[in-house]
């Protein structure tokens, strides 16, 4: 039988290996439009940051090691336009067709400029993709720095800010929505503007941009404009072929990321993923997430029974040295979700005051009705993807307070204080029960 | 009421600010057989190594601050002599008596040298009270360097190892078992001893010291000694009165730290508590545990029903630059206990290659039967503090080794791997099932 995944990147090649590691008599074939695989997309920030050299440090594996080491056809420059699933056959835009026994549908998501008009000048770059990364580094290192502006206040757009300030320009940061990092808490929203503007960057919220001028965005003076608009998920084919997409726009998909089409599956950005705390499948686009899927898809268009358990929303970005983290849903997004939430801020230091321990912020969110943890914040210099990913865990396990509060963590000096600022945290929301 | 507490440090300290807040008009006595009160003993081993300047910097609360702040008499210098319970009354060493309505023993552990001679020759240090580490501070300071031994390979042996070597010593580290860290784990004793050997430790196991000679120990030229041969808990004024003793010899508790008499507490390093895996009580003196137990049983002497839950045995120290976590059980632990357990290695990078990632190593241990984990070592230079963490979280909710691969955990390249060093455990750990 032939397995075909649309899609070399994150959730495809997953896919595809997991497959192999399962079925070694597969003939697996993977599909990919552009000309890169196998990179790691969250990196394109740090490549124009030139924090990575090269886009090829960016890559993990190429065609020719899948080909060679895991039986795996890789074809780039290969791109389909519809799937003809009563005839289990892909139609590519060459007009070749190609069966398939088994498909995995692994598209991605693309930049959404929502309709922005000048977004195709020369000044105006983005880091979507690594030809638009490349462009935007090349543009950086041999310009003198100017003044520019990023549209979109999402982490990509705060890791294009921090590339910026890295090279000396002067940012101004346009953003649709009141929140930033599309978390609605305006708590974190404060604290990430009141660090923004320790770096001089102009922070306009609730700012709509609909032109794109050469000289200015509504007046704002810039010379070079980083779109980081978010992102919508590539369901065309999807779609065209009456795959049904769920109410987030994105692909539905059943735990074992089958579409409603039996024999096709979906993982990765252009599919929905079941949220774990809200219970309900939402759409939160990220590299970890799409690996994860990938594996359950390919496990089970392998034959296995495997399944994805969900999301609890976890995310990390650094904005000009500052780790932001998140998990589970916010004070505002657990209400709007029906709960009872309630939650507390402690502002603490992530090591003992005489190790050198620095400001940290921790946030809890818990629902007041079951005392069940919720969500969290973590904001800090050090230790704050340690922190996040305790709380993700206990987010997987609906945890409640009272039992978070026990949480047997590490102490010594250099790590931590002798009370984590998880614990000091618990504590301050626990005096709300 | 009156509450009187034995011990001003971790526990007994945490127990009185507790009780205080849940009842404003109780008489709290603190007393406190030595001078110091209220510091981090944790810290000792960074004033000996000068990274903290002064014993004063270790100090968090003073004895007027709990009188000013708290209205809690701390009283130094009053040793007990006896417990009388049947009169609820104290005997001070100075012949006091000191009547109380509810009593917490917090006398916390001293060294224990297992009879060792010549303990008590001007080279022979110890940093195992303020008095001892600033002694041994002063002398590293004021001599060159030259050959020291460290007499116990538990952590704070490894401690005293990093603390010697930065003032440059040559260091033979004596440790009476075959295995490092008080650790059942050969796997980790063979790490520790590669990274020892990096720092041109000489490291001798199985090597039981009888008599510390001026010069020598068993033939090894010294010229200095550091002991920290094991802790050994305060019990005696809690045994004299009459109170039950667990297995492991230190005080036996209930789940709200109540001793086997009705109104007596017990709190830090002198009282067992509960391991969450083993599901039996353990001793594993730390500062967090005591903390914890302490605040439980003010609550619970100022009449609330808090409980402990127990411990997961989560550790963590660095050494050398090196940082070292254990929680749960190890392999050799866990089949000591019955348990069908196995367990899997890994060796990968603490961030995305790209960004500088760095050597870490992983073991999960998991029971087959259940499928339940059972502990983890973590072993590298970054996140090892959070990755412990999250292991411990999942072992407080005795989570499956299924649902831990399925963590969300925080992903970007200045923080993690796509593929957290956790998760690549987890999968290979599953392979065994």
Known sequence: MRLVVIGAVAAGLSAAARARRLDRQLDILVLEKGDAISYGACGLPYLVQNKVRHFS????????????????????????QEIEHGRRRLRLCSGEFIAYGKLIIATGARQDTGGIA??????????????AAVRLKQH??????????????????????????????????????????????????????????????????GCRVRTIHEKHIDGIAC????????????????????????????IRVSDHMETSFGGIYAAGDCAEAMHLVAGRPMWIPLGTTANKMGRVAGACAAGARERFAGIAGTSIVRVCGLAVALTGLSLPQAKAEGLRAVSAWVKTQDRAAYFQGRATEVELVADQSTGRLLGATVIGEHGVEGRINVV??????????????????????????????????????????
Chains 1, 2 share one sequence.
């Open 57 to 80: 440090d960016l890559v993990v594996y190429s065609a020719s090691y899948f080909q060679k080491e895991r039986n795996i056809e890789v074809r780039t420059g290969a791109e389909v």
């Open 140 to 205: 950086l290192l041999g310009t003198k720095p100017g003044r520019a502006a990023v549209v979109g206040g999402g982490y990509i757009g705060l890791e294009a800010v921090e590339a910026l300030r890295s090279y000396g320009w002067h940012v101004t940061l346009l953003h649709d929505g009141a929140n930033l990092l599309h978390r609605d808490e305006p708590e974190l929203t404060r604290r990430l503007l009141t660090h923004l503007d320790r770096f001089r960057v102009d922070t306009r919220l």
């Open 223 to 250: 010379d070079l404009v980083v779109l980081a608009t978010g992102l919508r998920p590539n369901v065309e084919l999807a779609a065209n072929a009456g795959i049904e997409l769920g109410r987030t726009g994105a």
């Open 118 to 131: 000048g977004v195709d000048q020369p000044h105006v770059f983005s880091m979507n993709s690594p030809a």
């Open 392 to 433: 993700a865990a206990a987010l997987q396990t609906r945890m409640r307070l009272d039992d978070f509060l026990q949480l047997d963590l590490a102490y010594a000096p250099p790590f931590a204080p002798v009370w984590d600022p998880l614990l000091i945290a618990a504590q301050q929301l626990q005096k709300q029960f």
